[in-house]
């Protein structure tokens, strides 16, 4: 029972109460508002809810199920915790005070080459780093320093894809759900990724409704929980032929639009539907 309560009552609660004062309290005050794909006004941030209704989840699991907790992992380490935290909250810094011309990686960095000052994005993806370097660290061991460094490469480059997927409702979570459910498959299950299934059941509700966005904090968030259990359980030559494929993706999604790739290509199966028929 309190299983339940930990994975699945107590994030459901944390969002069903707290979205929709959270969406209230920063359309009133006109905070963390930005353009969605549409033009139209949206609240950002929402990886901040997920996050608490994380740590409510994790508490209580550390607390009341360490003797009868079925996984033998009732909750992820304190360190783990902290970069999850991290890594959402730098995500909503540069949701609330980042600039929204620089696009992409490049565009942060040509910022930094024509000496304009250094971009809320600089400081989040390097600190994105040294949080995924840390905790890699904490987790192989600070002596085996080439792997710990290649796994904080490695968790800063996962975490940003969720970033680039984040241009519509929902996108970026269906990659979250589809990849942990194939990932618990292999592995077995881990309470963490339980609670946040939870948390987005509900969250999706009003993401769908275009009420809130997760923005980069909750983009962050979503890589940074799957990269931590990937860098755990996947070796380092899969690791490093994954990183490739992540080198190549943000290349390909800066330079091209995945939304118009994917729209296009509906719109072409589509027409051949129709022409088809005709």
């Known amino acids: 029972m309190e299983i339940i309560i930990g994975i699945v009552l107590i994030p459901v609660l944390t969002v069903y109460f707290l979205t929709p004062y959270y969406i209230e309290i920063h359309e009133r005050k006109a905070r963390a508002i930005t353009l969605n794909y549409e033009g139209k006004r949206v609240v950002t941030t929402g990886g901040v809810i997920l ?52 696009k992409g990686f490049s565009g942060h960095l040509n910022k930094l080459w024509r000496r304009e000052g250094i971009s ?31 796994k904080g490469l490695f968790l800063a480059l996962f975490s940003n894809i969720f970033n680039l997927l984040d241009t519509r409702p929902a996108r970026a979570t269906k990659v979250f759900l589809v990849l942990s459910l194939v990932l618990m498959l292999i592995k077995g299950p881990f309470p963490v ?29 979503l890589g940074g929980v799957l990269g931590y259990y990937l ?25 091209f639009s995945l939304s118009r790739l994917l729209e296009e290509k509906v719109l072409f199966y589509r027409l051949n539907r129709t022409n088809g028929r005709g």
């Open 51 to 102: 996050l608490t209704a994380l740590v409510f989840s994790n508490v209580f699991l550390y607390f009341r199920s360490q003797n009868f907790y079925p996984f033998h992992q009732p909750s992820v380490s304190w360190f783990a915790l902290i970069y999850f935290a991290g890594v959402t909250l730098l995500g909503a810094v540069d949701d609330i005070r980042g600039e929204k011309k620089c």
């Open 120 to 150: 809320t994005g600089i400081y989040k993806a390097a600190g994105g780093g040294l949080l995924g370097a840390a905790l890699s660290a904490y987790v192989v061991g600070i002596s085996a320093w080439p792997e710990w460094i290649f």
């Open 193 to 221: 990724l339980f609670s946040l299934w939870s948390a987005l059941y509900v969250y999706l509700f009003w993401e769908m409704k275009k009420s809130i966005m997760l923005g980069d904090a909750g983009a962050y968030l």
């Open 231 to 255: 860098i755990l359980n996947l070796s380092l030559g899969l690791l490093i032929a994954i990183s490739f494929m992540l080198i190549f993706l943000h290349w390909y999604l800066e330079k």
